[in-house]
């Protein structure tokens, strides 16, 4: 079982859009639609922002949506503001009732 | 709205055993919605997924630790249980405990986290 592939690192202006990617293999990734992505911010809890691949939990913006084609997954955040500077990790179920998070991406705002 | 907060030494010796507890509060941990994870963070390093739990006693582990961790589950009081044996200082980490949805796979909400240290 290996952490899925993230970059280490992306950017942009406010308001800007940008998306972050999350490769994994037809063990995970590519054989289930249940990739969740989650927000964290150095020294507080993770943030759960989406789940099954596409779902925003409630109270999170419309701003974050997420996609999938194929063993990569994907996370946009459109309208970039300050505050969503922070670490993001996706994470699959890879079956045989064992999970596997990416190596995270930080974001920087510029 | 339930909460979850990890408790335990913040400090281990190399060799010995790393044993942590997560209290729920304002919800039930019988729910048969929901698993019950471990997820730790060393320092500068990603998310890694240790093991969650069911209320029923079921447990489920990362295959790279497996011969190590023991989850457990005490519904009188609320609590679920991570003992890690034989650490290390790769073992230094934050460890998060988590309410794992099981219809999602989602880890929908998490612990502050606590720091454990790895020394002797």
């Known amino acids: 079982q290996s952490a899925l592939t993230q970059p280490a690192s992306v950017s942009g202006s406010p308001g800007q859009s940008i998306t972050i990617s999350c490769t994994g293999t037809s063990s995970d990734v590519g054989s289930y639609n249940l990739v969740s992505w989650y927000q964290h911010h150095p020294g507080k809890a993770p943030n759960l922002m989406i789940y099954?691949?596409?779902k925003r939990p409630s109270g999170v913006s419309n701003r974050f949506s997420g996609s999938k084609s194929g063993s990569t997954a994907s996370l946009t955040i459109s309208g970039l503001q300050a505050e969503d500077e922070a670490d993001y990790y996706c994470c699959s179920y890879a079956g045989s009732s064992t999970w596997v998070f990416g190596g995270g991406t930080k974001l920087t705002v510029l | 709205q339930l909460q979850l907060q990890e408790s335990g030494p913040g400090l281990v010796k190399p060799s010995e055993t790393l044993s942590l507890t997560c209290t729920v509060s304002s919800g039930s941990i019988s729910s048969s919605s929901y698993y019950w994870g471990w997820i730790r963070q060393p320092p500068g390093k990603g998310l890694e997924w240790i093991g969650s739990?069911?209320?029923?006693?079921?447990?489920y582990y990362n295959p790279s630790l497996k011969s190590r961790v023991t989850i457990s589950v005490d519904t009188s009081k609320n609590q679920f249980s991570l003992k890690l044996s034989s650490v290390t200082a790769a073992d230094t980490a934050v460890y998060y405990c988590?309410?794992?949805?099981?219809?999602?796979?989602?880890?929908?909400?998490w612990g502050q986290g606590t720091m454990v240290t790895v020394s002797s």
């Open positions: 988590a309410r794992h949805v099981v219809a999602s796979d989602a880890f929908d909400i």
């Open positions: 739990i069911f209320h029923s006693g079921n447990t």
């Open positions: 099954e691949g596409t």
